[in-house]
């Protein structure tokens, strides 16, 4: 079910989790209770046994005895039987509701996605890890920290997500704080050592290894990372197939920096661009619909245009689509090989779709959409709407695509619609901490604001994609996050944003 993806489910987990502790406290009280009760007939029983233990010959020669040991076990011993019974089925029901609950909520699989949010957190914000380990974000205390354990899998994650830097600081913690009953140091230092050799320090990495080997002779992972190091460092002619290197993507890593350092707030506009951005009330040229109750703009970057309309839906509506889309949420994708959807770190999120149809809602919204922007709801895809997970997250990306093949986006009816024109994208809550909609190119961020909406054109006016519009979602630091898009398509919008003469118009 994946619930590291989107925090709007996990409050479930919450309140069941209240329950559960009240059903076990009176389990617990139950079972106490039954236990007093046999240990009241034991020691009624115990006291007759002692006295007959003295004098076994005497005590069964009497004929009211020999009726009161008859007695006890038509009687007695029958209802220590009884209460035996009782207290082996007490907490049966618990006990079975217990294991078909664990099949629905968090399980093992999903603290790995989760313990790669906190990594990410603390790599997109450098955060300090110091911080972190003792539950404190930002200034915000958890009450909780983070044990030796959690470091390790921290680090063991980001290493096998090829995070070399991060498996290394939290590997350092996780040895720092000692082991605990959840890994060992040796296991710490192998992953460590697996990050050095990725990062080239073979020799480094081969001393580590060398050094594990000789308190764990036969571990195969250590002796199939060894026989890869001789390789490498010539010592040996044979390749072990199971050890991957990784070539570093240049461009995509100084991408990565420069979206964190957005998402850190470090970017400025300086004045001599800041000041020609304007806030004004706008009736889309006297749309007569916005004549009577203009909708306050903000402009938040001159070139590429990009503005942030406010009051674009109220609180109620908001509310209703929330509320519709707890039940369908699922989890985000991304256009895969032969436009197929596929689940990918990139976008950690759970998303739901609507159609303009299926509720009041949605409908409204559609019609003062229509009305802001002067294009046609005739092509707009469904509304989609998103919820963050821990440390959520949409990596930088483009809401056009890049292929010339016009069947690309078909609307249900067949009817080939053309690429994404603009993005309405809708925020339907305010994010405490993080969850900014980043620009990548002019550097800057939007501020999730409850009820107010992101605009801009994905294409220039002659239909060419505009690559300054790539964003990103950056991190939810604390909170969660709902934004929902609405995404303009190029057919009917013809005669509502002409062609311009130039390519790049
Ligand atoms: O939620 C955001 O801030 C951006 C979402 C986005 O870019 C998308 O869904 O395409
Ligand atoms: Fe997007």
Redesign the pocket.
């Known amino acids: 079910f994946d619930w590291a993806s989107s925090v709007a489910q996990l409050k479930a987990v919450a309140k069941t989790e209240q329950v559960l502790v009240s059903r076990l406290q009176n389990f617990i009280n139950n079972k106490t209770e039954e236990l007093g009760r046999i240990q009241n007939y034991v020691d009624a029983l115990r006291k007759v046994s002692d006295k007959i233990s003295s004098s076994k010959e005497e005590y069964i020669s009497h004929p009211i005895n020999q009726y009161h040991l008859i007695q006890r076990f038509a009687k007695e011993w029958t209802k220590v039987g009884d209460l035996l019974q009782m207290f082996n089925e007490t907490g049966f029901e618990l006990t079975q509701n217990i294991s078909r609950m664990r099949k629905l909520y968090p399980t093992d699989n999903d603290l790995n996605p989760a313990a790669a949010g906190i990594e990410r957190l603390q790599r997109v914000y450098e955060l300090s890890i110091d911080e972190l380990i003792e539950g404190n974000v930002k200034g915000e205390k958890s009450g909780y920290k983070l044990s030796p354990g959690d470091c390790f899998l921290i680090g063991k994650i980001s290493c096998k997500s090829f995070k070399c830097d991060a498996c290394k600081i939290w590997m350092q913690r996780a040895l720092k704080l000692k082991a605990d009953e959840t890994f060992t140091n040796d296991e710490a230092l192998a992953y460590e050592a697996v990050c050095r050799a990725k990062r080239g320090n073979l020799t480094h990495a081969f001393a580590i290894t060398e050094d594990l080997l000789t308190r764990d002779p036969f571990n195969d992972i250590l002796l199939g990372n060894m026989l890869y190091y001789r390789f490498v460092l010539g010592k040996l002619n044979i390749l072990y197939p199971c050890f991957i290197t990784i070539k570093k993507d240049e461009n995509a890593e100084d991408e990565i920096k420069q979206y964190n350092q957005i998402c850190q707030g470090k970017f400025k506009l300086p004045h001599k661009v800041s000041k020609n951005l304007r806030c004004y009330l706008y009736t889309n040229k006297n749309d007569p619909r916005l004549r009577i109750k203009p909708v306050k703009v903000e402009e938040l970057c001159n070139s590429p245009h990009i503005v942030q309309f406010y009051d674009v839906i109220n609180n109620d509506d908001i509310e209703t689509i929330k509320k519709m889309s707890k039940k369908h949420l699922s989890r985000a994708l991304v256009t895969g090989p032969n436009n197929t959807g596929i689940v990918e770190d990139i976008r950690t999120s759970k998303v739901a779709w609507f159609k303009k149809n299926d509720f009041t809602a949605v409908k409204k919204l559609y019609t003062r959409i229509s009305e802001m922007t002067g294009l046609s709801e005739e092509t707009f895809e469904d509304l989609?709407v998103?919820n963050y997970g821990l440390a959520g997250e949409?990596q930088p990306?483009f809401?056009y695509t890049e292929k010339q093949d016009p069947s690309i986006y078909k609307r249900e009816d067949g009817a080939e619609v053309g690429n994404r024109i603009a993005?309405m994208?809708l925020y339907l809550n305010d994010v405490k901490e993080g969850?900014?909609?980043a620009f990548i190119e002019p550097k800057i961020v939007a501020k999730?604001i409850k009820g107010s909406a992101v605009f801009w054109y994905n294409l220039y006016p002659s239909g060419l994609g505009d690559p300054r519009t790539r964003?990103?979602?950056c991190p939810v630091v604390i909170g969660n996050?709902w934004?929902s898009?609405v995404w303009v398509h190029e057919v009917q919008q013809e005669f509502k944003r002409k062609c311009g003469l130039r390519q790049d118009a």
């Open positions: 989609q998103a949409y990306h809401d993005t994208l969850g900014r909609t999730p964003h990103a979602s996050k934004a898009n």
